[in-house]
């Protein structure tokens, strides 16, 4: 039988010019066979011709089984709200025109539910999994918490798929820990005395070898949390083969765990030929009071610092002789001879020495007396303020509280006589010594200098500073002006607050009186902003509920039950 007419008058046609025709179109080119009809009878042909010659696959290898999570599940109402979380969390609640509407912003609300969920030691459920990495991927702020969340199974996931790469970088040493995982689990050590941890040790160094810089950071940070020494050990291994940009961030990564143990590489970093890696070598040393750096910086500022005593009086003063030069061995334990515009050279010496000397050697340079008594004795020739600043610097660098507390002073000073920024100081008290101070304060300023305050109080904040927060927004509500001033503190608040403080603060949402000479509408602008407070903190005390497993009806009684 004759077959020739069933024949496409295209056969034979190459596959490259069949797309070619069809990329380009039959309005830019005459497509083979002279119609489109034909181009298309052709492309069906080939197409089947092309899959009936195909060679089947060769299987690839059945990925391993996921390890075993024996964390408890999550309560059916907190997994109902982690779906709600990771559905919009990512959405702006807030209306155009610059107002955010008094709905909670759920992806400021993610973190804090991640979080409870971790205390709570729950597991992640299965199928929430690909969703939690999509929003570890999108948001860094997310990582920490949701890698601890997804757990096992979430790391052995992130394998499978290259946008979860993070996943592995940031948890790098679990990377090849194949068994089961319990409650606690948060990976296998870097040692080599089992299968398990010799696979590990092998990735873990083929990521330092082959990674990215990012990946390589990550790594350093994670390992160096778990094991300083290993972490030590990984990076003294490359270090003469990195770029002095890199040898900046690796060495960054030391504030970690360091420890007495890094001096001696530290101090090798002090030779660094980069002048960055160098006062940041001496900055970590100076961390460390028992270091040689720490002595020598010792014996150079006390030279230029004194006591200058007064016969049978109070009036004791500092005398302050600034350096005259920056000779090399100043600048090999990492003074930077060259100040900042605006700034003198010899005090920006000066202060670079005090900063990084131990500060038990002004308690034994100025006869024994407590730090409040130091920072209370004037200082002749107007170097007070480079002289407490500096202290200021060396007190957070070394994590000394009794500095920390003698110069951050009196939360009823004025601003402008303290330190430059108190949140730093603050930082290093307790946290309920904290507290009461930022309370305080709040008091006595009020709420324009205290944003940074607040970013650094426990949370959720204790009652007094709760109600110091409370009362100062309430005072400059009814004072009549815009709230866009207190957005930041106000978006603390949401999260902050303890959400027992709801019912206190709805009387608040109602629309105020205007004063005669408040802003037109800020009213309204106030309501809104606390309806919104209001509702995110009862949204929060529902959120808690459902992770403890309550199922309680409304808002109020998950406040209620919270008290």
């Known amino acids: ?20 025709a069809a990329l380009l179109g039959a309005e830019r080119r005459t497509p083979p066979g002279g119609s489109v009809t034909a181009l298309l009878d052709a492309a069906a042909v080939e197409t089947v011709r092309r899959r009936a010659g195909m060679r089947p696959a060769v299987a690839g290898p059945r990925p391993e089984p996921s390890p075993a999570d024996e964390r408890p599940p999550l309560p059916a109402a907190a997994e109902h709200r982690l779906s709600l979380l990771l559905a919009r969390g990512g959405a702006s609640s807030g209306g155009g025109g610059g107002r955010r509407g008094t709905a909670p912003d759920l992806g400021e609300l993610l973190p804090q539910w991640l979080a409870a969920a971790n205390a709570h030691g729950y597991r992640a459920p299965e199928a929430k999994l690909p969703a939690l990495l999509d929003a570890a991927r999108a948001r860094t702020d997310l990582r920490p918490q949701t890698l601890a969340f997804a757990g096992p199974r979430g790391r052995w996931l992130a394998r499978l798929n290259p946008d979860w790469k993070f996943a592995l970088r940031n948890g790098g040493e679990h990377t090849g820990h194949t068994g089961s995982a319990g409650p606690g689990d948060t990976g296998t050590s870097t040692g080599t005395s089992t299968g398990a941890e010799a696979v590990t040790t092998e990735v873990v160094q083929a990521l330092w070898d082959e990674g990215l810089f990012a990946e390589r950071v990550t790594l350093l940070a994670s390992l160096r949390r778990r094991d300083p020494a290993a972490g030590l050990a990984l990076l003294a291994s490359s270090w003469s083969a990195e770029r002095a940009e890199d040898r900046l961030m690796f060495l960054d990564s030391l504030r970690d765990g360091l420890s007495p143990a890094d001096e001696p590489f530290l101090e090798q970093a002090l030779a660094d030929r980069s ?14 009071p028992g270091s040689a750096l720490a002595g020598r910086m010792a014996r150079r500022a006390s030279s230029c610092v004194s006591l200058d005593p007064v016969p049978d009086g109070p009036d004791d003063r500092i005398l302050v002789e600034a350096p005259h030069e920056c000779d090399a061995e100043m600048q090999r334990d990492g003074v930077v001879p060259k100040p900042p515009a605006g700034r003198g050279e010899r005090a920006w010496w000066l202060g670079q020495l005090v900063e990084t000397a131990p500060l038990a050697t002004w308690t034994e340079r100025f006869g024994g007396r407590t730090p409040a008594e130091i920072i209370a004795l004037p200082v002749a020739d107007d170097w007070q303020q480079d002289l407490h600043a500096a202290w200021c610097l060396a007190a957070v660098r070394q994590r000394d509280v009794g500095w920390a507390r003698a110069l951050v002073g009196a939360p009823g000073a004025s601003p402008a006589q303290g330190p430059g920024d108190p949140a730093k100081l603050l930082a290093v008290l307790p946290p309920e010594e904290r507290a009461v101070w930022a309370a305080r304060f709040i008091a006595a300023h009020g709420l324009s200098e205290a944003f940074r305050i607040l970013g650094v109080c426990a949370v959720p904040w204790s009652d007094p500073l709760g109600r110091a927060v409370m009362d100062a927004l309430e005072i400059a509500r009814d004072a009549g002006s815009y709230p866009w001033s207190f957005s930041g503190v106000m978006g603390l608040a949401e999260r902050c607050l303890d959400p027992v403080d709801a019912d206190r603060l709805a009387p608040l949402a109602a629309v105020p009186d205007e004063p005669e000479d408040g802003s037109p509408g800020a009213g309204s602008y106030w309501s809104e902003a606390f309806q919104r407070l209001v509702s995110t903190l009862r949204l929060r005390a529902e959120m808690r509920a459902e992770l403890r497993g309550e199922a309680l009806g409304v808002a109020a009684q998950a406040v209620a039950a919270e008290g």
Do not use: F, N
């Not at 077959?3 to 797309?19: C, R």
């Not at 002048?275 to 460390?288: C, D, F, I, P, Y």
């Open 275 to 288: 002048r960055t890696v160098r006062a940041t070598g001496a900055e970590l040393l100076s961390a460390l």
């Open 1 to 20: 039988m004759d077959t020739t007419a069933s024949t496409p008058p295209t056969a034979g046609t190459p596959w490259s010019e069949l797309v070619t």
